[in-house]
């Protein structure tokens, strides 16, 4: 598994365990068809976004122009959460990849509007990381 279809996982499982409290396990049964073992990203990625949940959520509400975090989309949510996680948390993967993947996953779950506010929102967030010395 590539970390794009990791990514795409790793979404799946966490909209459905926010959206419907479904317990960790069962969200990835859910999306995961085959008999082999969750790929380590897809685990890492939920373990990092679920442990940082509230520092990610105040990082993107920062960066939310005349919005508020209840407005934003389920799955735009969703999408934001992974994106600033792996900003913030995984140091192995440039900042440029981790919103290019998030803009991906917009065009596979959103809309063209929803690609340019992702894209907004987590252009917004990297430049705040880069001037602040952290990730590049």
Known sequence: MNRRQARKMALQALFQMTLSN?????????????GD?????????LDQTLDHE??????????????????????DKTILRLAVCEILYLDDIPVTVSV???????KI??????????????????????????KK
């Not at 073992?37 to 990625?45: A, G, Y």
């Not at 509230?54 to 975090?69: A, G």
Request: with cysteine; net charge negative; glycine share 6%.
């Open 109 to 134: 779950y959103s809309d063209e509007q929803t690609r340019k506010f992702v894209n907004g929102v987590l252009s917004g967030i990297s430049k705040e990381i880069d001037a602040e010395g952290h």
């Open 37 to 45: 073992p969750t790929d380590p990203f897809v685990n890492h990625l």
């Open 100 to 106: 290019n993947e998030a803009v991906e996953l917009c």
């Open 22 to 34: 479904t317990d960790r396990v069962t969200a990835l049964e859910a999306v995961h068809d085959s």
């Open 54 to 75: 509230k520092e990610i959520d105040r990082l993107i509400s920062k960066h939310l122009q005349n919005w508020s975090l209840d407005r934003v989309g389920n799955i």
